[in-house]
């Protein structure tokens, strides 16, 4: 499955990572992706860089992670910035649990805010880590999910935060064109 730019980033922030590189690129670039045949040579290898009349872009073959988390081209990193049940919220209570949907937002001062969705689903006195009740934010106390935003700053300190609590199942949603935060199932 091919992923447009904008999906990789999205995807990618779900699972609270940041990435170095040229982030912007990675998922566009021809057989960036595991699986991309774009040249209609189904799998013969033409050397890196060539191809049957062109030449190939891309970052070269993914290098497996130790860690198990997320392969990556040679030269890339990432750094896992949210973990559910690790990571604490300003308030002191854990990340929460089923990061979905993200997107990123210019912040003052140089920090980049990720609004994270929590996909979680049902009665909050049943979920391990629901979006806790933040005092104003909170539309059904009983609803186990929301948002969280999480604050990176250059120096690579983070903070998270409560955007919104008491929801269900926050999956679809995004940024919109006006520069502002959509959530919904």
């Known amino acids: 499955m091919a992923l447009n730019r904008r999906e990789f980033t999205q995807r990618s922030a779900v699972a609270g990572l940041a990435l170095t590189g040229a982030v912007g690129v990675l998922a566009t670039a021809p057989e960036a992706l595991a699986?991309?045949?774009?040249?209609?040579?189904?799998?013969?290898?033409?050397?890196?860089?060539?191809?049957?009349?062109?030449?190939?872009?891309?970052?070269?073959?993914l290098v497996a992670d130790p860690d198990g988390l997320l392969a990556l081209p040679e030269g890339f990193t990432y750094r896992v910035i949210t973990r559910t049940?690790?990571?604490?919220?300003?308030?002191?209570?854990?990340?929460?649990?089923?990061?979905?949907?993200?997107?990123?937002?210019?912040?003052?001062?140089?920090?980049?805010?990720?609004?994270?969705?929590?996909?979680i689903k049902g009665d909050r006195a049943?979920?391990?880590?629901?979006?806790?009740?933040?005092?104003?934010?909170?539309?059904?106390?009983?609803?186990?999910?929301?948002?969280?935003?999480?604050?990176?700053?250059r120096d690579g300190t983070v903070a998270e935060w409560v955007g919104i609590a008491g929801t269900s199942t926050n999956c679809a949603g995004g940024r919109t064109d006006w520069g502002t935060w959509l959530t919904c199932e």
């Open 35 to 61: 699986g991309d045949d774009h040249d209609g040579d189904h799998g013969q290898d033409d050397g890196p860089g060539r191809g049957p009349g062109r030449d190939r872009l891309g970052y070269g073959p």
């Open 85 to 119: 049940g690790v990571t604490r919220l300003e308030s002191g209570e854990f990340t929460p649990a089923k990061h979905d949907g993200t997107a990123a937002f210019a912040g003052p001062r140089g920090t980049t805010y990720l609004v994270n969705n929590h996909e």
């Open 126 to 153: 049943k979920a391990e880590f629901p979006v806790p009740l933040a005092e104003g934010l909170v539309y059904d106390p009983k609803a186990a999910g929301g948002c969280t935003v999480v604050e990176v700053h």
